[in-house]
């Protein structure tokens, strides 16, 4: 799939950073010389490196941070803090070998740019031949990918909305003689009046007064949260601190740090829009630092919460344990509760691009627009019906980590650099080697954090509904 649209996830090689003048005046002149791939895509609204640093950064530092305690809760302290630097390390390095395949095939086969799923199809097409065949598949896949990672990570965003709410609630007007989990579902059943209008609005254009409210919340939010988390460092009831990881804990570990860090579908469009492609990636590139500012916040965010409330961050987000009875803790859970909710259809917006692409073949021109307000009410019906199934927050982060950002994340980078770089004829060169080994333990790790991380998170959904015939309290 090739685009030459900001909104597509575009790429270009560390290897091919030459000077991009005498690159254009060679291919000017000779149409066998090296193709600039930047030459040919539209200029306009192009990001500096600092405005690519703040989009690299908002796309990473959501509301996945507060899952962090969680995280450490199962990696345990000191091997949660060291965990997190190496899970970071392996996220940055697969983000870097996809954009930098997609630039050495965007100069192969003198492409302006391509989007992730091109790519993959791509990397696929042109490599070895025995992968050709599969250059379809390859980028259906990633597709697929894509869309599975931001829809069903939309259903942790209800879960979380309603939990936020309840809490408030609860403080105001008294606890219903309900179980827990079940007033939970009502919430999430009521927050469909909020989302079907707000998912009806089509051009991304309007929803920029949303995200940017959406920002307000999240710094004052934040910046209460850590006031409590630093104002008391050791809460005496969060005893008994697990200092290492278990068997059972570190997959959960591994798939919530990935949920909470993973950023590649935001990397990819930056770099499709930046003044200066090359300066993404690198070990000084813009990426880099965009990662070590969200590793280092990461890390603290999820040692000192895990410090401070213990076992309590079962919850799922470090606001649920902020004092229920204080106005403050209230606020804050309103103002991230209203974050996410004006979050939530511009995340829908690249799943809703996804389904209309699918879907519009298939529908008559006349009817397109009703077409797409049914597909649009539908897909949001469709995330509050996974939130009632699963109601907890904390197994559903672990759950959709473990499935779709293991999967997005590390295997389908680790793929498309091995299709992309891999000497045919060579058989197994040093090149080929290092590639095999490296890009293999990649698949390894991203297939064992799928199974193990999956077994393990439907264990905690069924364990939140087996003790006496009935949910478990959250």
Known sequence: ??????????????????????????????????????AHRDTSNQYSNMGALAHLLKGSLGSGILAMPMA???????????????????????????????????????????????TAEKAFSSGPRALRPYARIAGNFVTTSLFCTYYFGLSAYVVFMAESIKQCMEQWVGKPELPDISVTRVYIALLIVLLVPLNLIRKLKQLVPFSMAANMCIVVGFTITLYYLF????????????????????????????????????????????RNPTRLVGWNGVLTIAMV????????????????????VQLGSLTLNLPADE??????????????????????????????????????????????VAMRVLMVVGTIVVALAVPNLGPVISLIGALFFSTLGLFIPAVVELATRWQEGAGFSRTNTYLALKNGTLVVLS???IVAGTYSSVLDIIHAYSESGKPQES
């Not at 410090?307 to 309590?312: D, P, Q």
């Not at 259809?345 to 077409?371: C, K, N, R, T």
Request: include cysteine; proline fraction near 5%.
């Open 1 to 38: 799939m090739e685009k030459r649209k900001s909104s597509s996830i575009a790429s270009v090689p560390s290897q091919t950073t030459l000077n991009m003048s005498s690159m254009v005046t060679l291919a000017e002149k000779d149409p066998d010389a090296i193709y600039d791939p930047f």
């Open 72 to 118: 450490f809760m199962n990696g345990g302290l000191v091997f949660g803090f060291i965990g997190t630097f190496v899970i970071g390390f392996i996220c940055t390095h697969c983000v870097q070998i996809l954009v930098e395949s997609a630039q050495t095939l965007c100069v192969r086969l003198r492409i302006p740019a391509l989007d992730m799923s091109g």
């Open 231 to 274: 104002n008391e460092i050791h809460d005496p009831a969060a005893d008994n601190l697990n200092l290492t990881t278990s068997l059972k804990g570190l997959p959960i570990f591994f798939a919530t740090v990935l949920f909470a860090m993973e950023g590649i579908g935001t990397v990819m469009p930056v770099e499709n829009t930046m």
């Open 293 to 312: 500012v969200v590793v280092i916040l990461f890390a603290l965010m999820g040692f000192f919460g895990y410090l401070r409330y213990g076992e309590k």
């Open 327 to 372: 106005i403050p803790a209230q606020i804050v859970k309103l103002l991230l509760a209203v974050a996410i909710l004006f979050t939530y259809p511009l995340q829908m917006y690249v799943a809703i691009g996804i389904m209309w692409d699918v879907l519009e073949p298939h529908v008559s021109s006349a009817w397109h627009a009703s077409a797409q």
């Open 447 to 449: 297939l064992l954090s």
